[in-house]
């Protein structure tokens, strides 16, 4: 029997409030019921819940993306809290064994992280990934999940982008590119 994680991507206020540094908007706000039912259903089970959340730094000249993107999750600020009723499930379970808080300072959730390190040590073969922005740091993460051989699941109706066509290529490439699984709702978990 496969040992799962859920990756939990930078569903956060700058990228789903309204007013966020880069928000996906009404598209991100959608998947909200979705984001929390699909997380409690993992942390019910006792499988590993990652919250994979891109970290910051006020004025940091030196990262990559300081030239592509406006300043977001900024370490401090509530850009960076986890957005709506997630934040709740976060706050309730964030001293659970089987729930992980992973700062993450590039696209993918395994670039500089002990996130390999973590489900190699749980023996977990199998990824499923929701959150934000499916064409940037969701598409990113399941490229290197492919790169170390995890079967890969993305949940569509947990996946948004503020680029409705860049959301859509993204999930082709997923599926046709790199073997990821693209499944509509949370039936068999």
Request: proline share 2%.
């Amino acid at each position: 029997m496969s040992k799962k994680v859920l990756l939990n991507v930078d569903y956060t206020n700058d990228f789903v409030a309204d007013d966020g540094a880069l928000s996906c908007g009404k598209p991100g706000q959608k998947i909200e019921n979705f984001m929390v039912d699909i997380t409690k259903i993992f942390i019910e089970n006792g499988d590993y819940v990652v919250f994979a959340i891109d970290k910051h730094i006020k004025d940091d000249v030196h990262h990559p993306e300081t030239t592509l993107y406006p300043p977001h999750n900024i370490v401090g600020t509530k850009g960076r809290e986890l957005y709506g009723k997630l934040n709740d499930v976060w706050e309730r379970n964030k001293n659970s064994n089987n729930v992980y808080w992973l700062d993450k300072t590039r696209y993918s959730a395994f670039v500089g992280t002990d996130l390999h390190l973590k489900l190699c040590e749980r023996e977990i073969d199998e990824v499923h990934v929701v959150g934000c922005c499916t064409d940037i740091c969701v598409l990113h993460t399941v490229i290197d999940a492919y790169a170390h051989g995890y079967r890969i699941v993305v949940h569509e109706k947990g996946v948004a982008s503020f680029n409705q066509t860049g959301h859509t290529w993204a999930l082709e490439h997923l599926k046709n590119c790199l073997n990821a699984e693209v499944v509509k709702g949370i039936d068999g978990l």
